[in-house]
């Protein structure tokens, strides 16, 4: 071995030895008990109802969650279902493709909207500004798969 390598090994352990020796060994902490008079207290819940599935029912067809989309009854479901596909076009011009479960594809560009009536504001490279709630939203390609590349 080295035998500077093996001097400062010798170093360390005095060092870490000599720390342990003269360092106070731990206290035990008394535990305080917490009074009615401390201030801290959590407010009463009211007791979970009986009826779990009339509550999960309740919530699922809430506005919560968005509701569903009114479709046809006799309409085909690939014809119903779309995703966003991808991007292409320059930056002053991108279009947004949209790919139905028929595999129709369309474009799109801001200002159109999509098959389920959300505005398009803008289409950037990294996806899909909408309109939602009067609030802008951005929808990320990147969790869409696989992209389509034009």
């Known amino acids: 071995m080295n035998p500077w390598l093996r001097r400062y090994a010798y170093i360390l352990a005095i060092i870490v030895i000599s720390t342990l020796a003269i360092a106070p060994t731990p206290q035990p902490s008394t535990m305080r008990s917490v009074g009615a008079d401390s201030g801290w207290a959590l407010p009463s819940v009211a007791p979970m109802p009986a009826n779990y599935a009339g509550t999960v029912r309740d919530l699922a067809q809430s506005k919560l969650w968005g509701g ?29 493709i949209i790919q139905f479960g028929d595999d129709r594809i369309q474009q799109l560009k801001a200002k159109d909207q999509f098959p389920d009536g959300t505005v398009i504001v803008e289409v950037r490279e990294n ?4 309109m939602l709630q009067g609030k802008r939203r951005l929808l990320p390609l990147d969790g869409q798969a696989p992209t389509i590349i034009w």
């Open 68 to 96: 569903q989309v009114d479709v046809a009854a006799g309409a085909n479901d690939l014809v119903s279902r779309w995703r966003i596909a991808g991007v292409t076009g320059q930056r002053n011009e991108r279009y947004v």
């Open 127 to 130: 996806g899909v500004c909408v």
